[in-house]
């Protein structure tokens, strides 16, 4: 399955987290939308519950959302989001 990073800085600087599949399928059912979508373009309230979710699942935060972002100074410049897959090269 799809795997994203993105990147956020806060107060303590620069940081990056790896968003995974329940994440992902989290998302699907908040929005209604497939993750096959983030090619038509994702916002950036998307993409900081997305962070705020992996985070909040990895204990790295408590806060609701709204009061997390708050804390963010600045959301997916460094580094970009870049996608991974769980399989294994291609034989193309």
Known sequence: ????????EDAD?????EV??????????KTGRKVSQFADGIGAEDMAWLVWH?????????LPFDKWLDTIV???ETPAPKATSDEGPSAD
Do not use: Q, S
Request: charged share 20%; hydrophobic share 45%.
């Open 1 to 8: 399955m799809l795997r994203l990073a993105f990147g956020y």
């Open 54 to 62: 992996a985070l909040k699942r990895a204990n790295g935060t408590v």
């Open 74 to 76: 600045d959301l997916g």
């Open 13 to 17: 600087g620069p940081h990056e987290v």
């Open 20 to 29: 995974g599949p329940a994440t992902l399928v989290a998302w699907e059912r």
